[in-house]
């Protein structure tokens, strides 16, 4: 293989990482956008009753406190479960 063929092969590889480092960021930033809505709609029914759909099933309970990554529930038991904002699929209140 002649060295110019290197250089062009090497090139093409160039452009094809800088396609998937776009990709990437898009991706980055339009997950970073859901995190922040679905924050925003659970401040919004703070110390309510809710439902929370997960992977795993429903949840149910008061919801006490939203964080960064995740919120906390307390059960009609008393018991409290944490819920990792990225596992909610739907808000059911």
Known sequence: ???????????????ILMVLMIDLS???????LR???LRRLLR???HTVVNIMTDAGVVTGVL?????????????NGDLV??????IRAILS
């Open 64 to 76: 006490q406190q939203v964080g960064y990554d995740g919120i906390q529930l307390e059960e009609s």
């Open 44 to 46: 919004s029914n703070l």
């Open 26 to 32: 898009n991706r980055v930033d339009r997950f970073s």
């Open 82 to 87: 944490m819920v990792p904002i990225l596992s």
């Open 1 to 15: 293989m002649s060295i110019m063929a290197s250089i062009w092969i090497l090139f093409l590889i160039q452009i």
């Open 35 to 37: 995190k922040r809505a």
